[in-house]
């Protein structure tokens, strides 16, 4: 199983933007796809999910969507009023199976890992 996450960049406070995870190796419709961020000096930390039924968990619902293309194997992070203390190295990270609630938010559920892909959110 192999992802690549892109899409990162710098935006200005207030910004949107929409990272992409392109998986290759594995069904969608198996799998749990989080994405995760990780800021210098500081763990990696959940910012949602999406199960292997469709089913999304989010730390922040309402400002991030996670949305899949099953036809081009690709998972969405949609980004919107994006803050300063957003800014961070974004992954994305696949899992087998629909993934419990009480083990989504834990890096170490996940099997596969992307590159990441970095989010300034400067002025």
């Known amino acids: 199983v192999q992802l690549q996450a892109s899409g990162g960049g710098l935006v200005q406070p207030g910004g949107s933007l929409r990272l992409s995870c392109a998986v290759s190796g594995r069904s969608l419709s198996s799998t749990t796809i989080g994405w995760f961020r990780q800021a210098p000096g500081k763990e990696r930390e959940f910012v949602g999910a999406?199960?292997?039924?469709?089913s999304t968990s989010y730390t922040e619902k309402g400002r991030f969507s996670i949305s899949r293309d099953n036809g081009k194997s690709t998972v969405a992070l949609q980004m919107n009023s994006l803050k300063p203390e957003d800014s961070a190295i974004y992954y994305c990270?696949?899992?087998?199976?629909?993934?419990?609630?009480?083990?989504?938010?834990?890096?170490?559920?996940?099997?596969?890992w992307g590159q990441g892909t970095q989010v300034t959110v400067s002025s």
């Open positions: 990270g696949a899992a087998v199976g629909r993934l419990i609630t009480s083990r989504l938010r834990t890096p170490e559920s996940y099997d596969y």
């Open positions: 999406i199960r292997s039924d469709g």
